[in-house]
């Protein structure tokens, strides 16, 4: 092994830059030289790279976003694309990829495996942390502060106004992000794709608890569990109570990362330029607890990631 790619694909997250920083400076720890690709499989596809050496990482830990740019790339789902990149990675003589990204990255990165023969790693970075084989991924924990600051403030100007507030928060299949914002955010309700519910039941709830003296709610929906709109004007229909929407978008995509997000994203960069050094073909990193793993890369985006529903319980429990 002497020379290896690093590539983020699908949606970024915060903390790409440093799973990209950490893979760079690792792959110099074990002789390696490294190719960045640029804007993602399209990058594959375009012929698009660039030679990355330890100062080209310099001061990058912190920056959202990712200094190789991403682009949702339809192209590499069909077999001609597929064939395209893998010639181009072997044209430039890769003898591995660590393609940083979430579980369509994942599906891409195991299609380029069987086309090219060339080891492929995973490092899984998405702010909907919906990938199996991993406790967590980078950007999980920076979003999920993100989406908590702006619902601290949105329940001051709730209470002040009794009003209800709807938010939506990212996830269009999945609501692993929303239930850990409504649980941190002491939501009243948390609606996810998951889990489906009476929305009915629910505006009697909340007519019940405002007879009671309570004054507002926050519900935290992620976009993939229904129109938020809708949902927004059948509670103010029902409840007669005033109700806003506000829908977080992409703020919770963008920004520094936290700690937590740094921190990971050196475990795993680190820990894919391992795999590859000790000959590892296709395997994606991840965290169980405390202590960094891997598993087969096709796990991690076949397996559809389990909801924490003992976590939804105790959201509830604790909403009343
Ligand atoms: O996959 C991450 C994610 O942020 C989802 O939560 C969201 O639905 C989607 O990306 C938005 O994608 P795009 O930025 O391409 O519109």
């Given amino acids: 092994m002497k020379r290896i790619g690093v590539v983020t694909a699908g949606g970024d997250a915060p903390g790409m830059?440093?799973?990209?920083?950490?893979?760079?400076?690792?792959?110099?720890?074990?002789?390696?030289?490294?190719?960045?690709?640029?804007?993602?499989?399209?990058?594959?596809?375009?012929?698009?790279?660039?030679?990355?050496?330890?100062?080209?990482v310099s001061g990058i830990i912190n920056l959202g976003?990712?200094?190789?740019?991403?682009?949702?790339?339809?192209?590499?789902?069909?077999?001609?694309?597929?064939?395209?990149?893998?010639?181009?990675?072997k044209s430039i003589n890769?003898?591995?990829?660590?393609?940083?990204?979430?579980?369509?990255?994942?599906?891409?990165?195991?299609?380029?495996y069987e086309a090219s023969g060339i080891s492929m790693?995973?490092?899984?970075?998405?702010?909907?942390?919906?990938v199996s084989?991993?406790?967590?991924?980078?950007?999980?924990?920076?979003?999920?502060?993100?989406?908590?600051?702006?619902?601290?403030?949105?329940?001051?100007?709730?209470?002040?106004?009794?009003?209800?507030?709807?938010?939506?928060?990212?996830?269009?299949?999945?609501?692993?992000?929303?239930?850990?914002?409504?649980?941190?955010?002491?939501?009243?309700?948390i609606l996810i794709p998951e889990i489906k519910v009476d929305l009915d039941k629910?505006?009697?709830?909340?007519?019940?608890?405002r007879e009671e003296g309570k004054i507002s709610e926050i519900i935290v929906m992620a976009e993939g569990a229904g129109d938020t709109r809708l949902v927004t004007e059948h509670i103010a229909k029902t409840t007669g109570c005033e109700v806003r929407l506000t829908v977080l978008g992409h703020i919770q995509r963008g920004g520094a990362p936290t700690a937590?997000?740094?921190?990971?994203?050196?475990?795993?960069?680190?820990?894919?330029?391992e795999l590859l050094a000790i000959g590892e073909r296709k395997r994606m990193v991840g965290i169980r607890g405390e202590k960094v793993v891997s598993v087969d890369l096709d796990y991690s985006w076949r397996e559809e990631k389990k909801i924490d529903l003992g976590r939804y319980r105790l959201a509830e429990i604790l909403s009343l």
């Fill in 17 to 56: 830059n440093a799973a990209i920083r950490a893979v760079v400076r690792s792959a110099i720890y074990y002789n390696l030289e490294v190719v960045g690709i640029e804007r993602g499989y399209a990058g594959l596809i375009e012929g698009r790279c660039r030679v990355l050496d330890r100062r080209s």
């Fill in 65 to 89: 976003g990712t200094i190789l740019r991403t682009v949702r790339c339809k192209e590499i789902m069909t077999d001609e694309g597929i064939n395209k990149a893998a010639e181009f990675l």
């Fill in 94 to 112: 890769v003898d591995g990829l660590v393609a940083i990204g979430g579980d369509g990255t994942f599906r891409g990165a195991s299609r380029l």
């Fill in 121 to 130: 790693i995973g490092v899984p970075a998405t702010i909907d942390n919906d």
């Fill in 133 to 189: 084989g991993t406790d967590t991924t980078i950007g999980f924990d920076t979003a999920v502060n993100v989406a908590l600051d702006a619902i601290d403030k949105i329940r001051d100007t709730a209470t002040s106004h009794e009003r209800i507030f709807v938010v939506e928060v990212m996830g269009r299949r999945r609501g692993l992000l929303a239930l850990e914002v409504g649980l941190a955010g002491g939501a009243e309700i």
């Fill in 202 to 209: 629910i505006c009697e709830r909340i007519k019940r608890d």
């Fill in 260 to 273: 937590r997000s740094r921190v990971l994203a050196c475990q795993f960069g680190n820990k894919a330029v």
